[in-house]
């Protein structure tokens, strides 16, 4: 007795043969893309940070360690726990008023990965704000 493969049975073969080959291209589109945003969300608190952080040491009684606490929460209240935050010139509170200054502030790009492996591991995202002292 030979057995014959309906229509249904070939249909159903075929669904599992295209699903095998798509089905990782799929699960590589999905891990790529939520590791795409969660690097823009990455960078963009990064910014924030410097933004932040520039503001508060710009005031006319502002105190660099408080900026850099403040600029420390920014980045904590969205899960990043190792930025480095550094001024540029070192004592911004010495300044002149009117003096510029900048705040850089850098993270490691895979501090908020989620597979821990792929294109942003061993990335640096920085950033840096510049202002004027009040």
Same mark, same amino acid.
């Given at each position: 007795m030979k057995f014959t493969p309906s229509a249904w049975d070939i249909k159903r073969g075929t669904a599992?043969?295209?699903?095998? #080959?798509?089905? /990782?291209? &799929?699960?590589?589109?999905?891990?790529?893309?939520l590791e795409g945003a969660n690097m823009l969300f990455l960078r963009q608190a990064v910014v924030q940070s410097a933004y932040e952080t520039a503001k508060s040491v710009a005031k006319t009684n502002g105190v660099q360690s408080r900026a850099v606490?403040?600029?420390?929460?920014?980045?904590?209240?969205?899960? #990043?726990?190792? /930025?480095? &935050?550094t001024f540029s010139p070192n004592d911004v509170q010495a300044l002149?008023?009117?003096?510029?200054?900048?705040?850089?502030?850098s993270v490691?790009?895979?501090?908020?990965?989620?597979?821990?492996?792929?294109?942003?591991?061993?990335?640096?995202?920085?950033?840096?704000?510049?202002?004027?002292?009040?």
């Open positions: 599992v043969v295209e699903l095998a #080959v798509c089905l /990782p291209v &799929i699960v590589l589109l999905v891990f790529a893309s606490t403040l600029g420390e929460q920014v980045l904590s209240s969205r899960g #990043v726990v190792t /930025p480095t &935050i002149v008023p009117g003096t510029p200054f900048t705040v850089s502030v490691p790009g895979d501090s908020r990965s989620i597979t821990g492996f792929g294109p942003f591991n061993g990335l640096t995202i920085r950033a840096q704000a510049s202002m004027i002292k009040e």
